[in-house]
């Protein structure tokens, strides 16, 4: 299940400071960002081994999460909010604001064979 983090972040006249160090659940191997989104929709896959941590650190956008459960919708708006997703997690992302940037950490190293692209239901059963 997915779980939304409060980014720890310091605020001072001279700008904002966000940390990400001991709040992040898992050892960080890869780092990705994703920008310049038109209408499309990102994502729809789930792992086998990865942990993933959203940030979107510019605009905003929506990931939709499906566990095999439930399906929950969730809004990232605010570079403070972090939503760690699962293996489990069959997630997509979309609605990205136009100047959107979501920056994305990761357990494990990129590996094609680590992606799950079947979803536990029919997409448009969502």
Known sequence: MPQFLQLQSFHESKGSLT???DNIPFAI?????????DYAVRGNHRHHKTIQAAI????SCRISNDNGNSVEHFLLDHP????????????????????????????ELYDPKDYIYEPYRAMDSL
């Open 80 to 107: 403070e909010k972090c939503l760690i997703l699962y293996p489990e997690d069959y997630h997509w992302m979309y609605d990205f604001s136009e100047d959107a940037i979501l920056l994305v950490l990761a357990s």
């Open 19 to 21: 940390v990400l160090e």
């Open 29 to 37: 191997k890869r780092v990705f960002y994703i920008y310049n989104v």
């Open 56 to 59: 979107c650190i510019k605009g």
